[in-house]
């Protein structure tokens, strides 16, 4: 069964580092995303991408935020200059929706996680 | 800003017996809201989703029940059985005029189910 996959499973990195999380997003899906989860706290939206561009982004993807689809594959989230609050569990996730589907309705499956700890 | 509300951070159910885990919303843009199982160290898992214009969807053991009036729903699990036992988070969203939403998490419910 097809699946995300997320790489590296943890990351450790120090404040003001940059990081860059790597997602390959299941290969006939249309739509990525990706979201965090702070630890104790509810799962939260970053992103959506579609089309080589953000489709929507919320209040926390902020500048210090950027994704891309360097080839044809990965779907990636870069953090310039990490702060101690960006440690969270960082989830990917992809939705099939194609010119005949509904992105609103499309399923959106989620990858295992990268843990990024930032001492 | 919960727009997403489930208010029971836990559940425990005898095994067989039914779960019945329970979500409000309070955006009335919402019209599509999905259930995720998430184990430990894994992501969110869909189990089953349900569409504004409908009031129930059914895949074998789960039902998903959608009270528009209310702006609440509910999983039923039956019968339960031990692999249940995970945290269980209720999604929704809504058209915002193009592109594709995220989604808008409750904050979950752990379901223990007791041999």
């Known amino acids: 069964e097809p699946e995300v996959t997320q790489t590296p499973s943890h990351q450790v990195t120090q404040m003001g580092q940059e990081v860059i999380l790597r997602c390959v997003p299941i290969?006939?899906?249309?739509?990525f995303y990706w979201y965090r989860q702070i630890l104790g706290q509810k799962v939260e939206f970053l992103v959506s991408?579609?089309?080589?561009?953000?489709?929507?982004k919320s209040e926390i993807f902020d500048d210090q935020f950027s994704v891309e689809r360097p080839d044809g594959s990965n779907f990636t989230l870069k953090i310039r200059s990490t702060k101690l609050e960006d440690s969270a569990m960082y989830f990917c996730?992809?939705?099939?929706?194609?010119?005949?589907?509904?992105?609103?309705?499309?399923?959106?499956?989620f990858g295992p996680g990268t843990r990024l700890t930032v001492l | 800003d919960q727009q997403v509300k489930q208010n029971s951070p836990s559940l425990s159910v005898q095994e067989g017996r039914i779960s019945i885990l329970n979500c409000d919303y309070t955006n009335s843009m919402f019209d599509y809201f999905l259930w995720y199982k998430k184990y430990p160290a894994e992501g969110p898992t869909f189990l089953i989703s349900?569409?504004?214009?409908?009031d129930k969807n059914e895949d074998g053991r789960f039902t998903v029940f959608l009270n528009k009036s209310a702006k609440h729903l509910s999983l039923h699990i039956v019968p339960s059985q031990p692999g249940d036992s995970a945290v269980y988070f209720c999604a929704a969203s809504g058209r915002s005029g193009g592109g594709a939403d995220g989604l808008t998490f409750g904050k979950g419910t752990h379901l223990i189910i007791q041999p």
């Open positions: 991408f579609y089309n080589n561009e953000i489709s929507e």
């Open positions: 290969s006939n899906h249309l739509y």
């Open positions: 349900i569409s504004s214009i409908k």
């Open positions: 996730a992809s939705s099939e929706a194609g010119l005949a589907g509904d992105p609103f309705t499309d399923t959106q499956y």
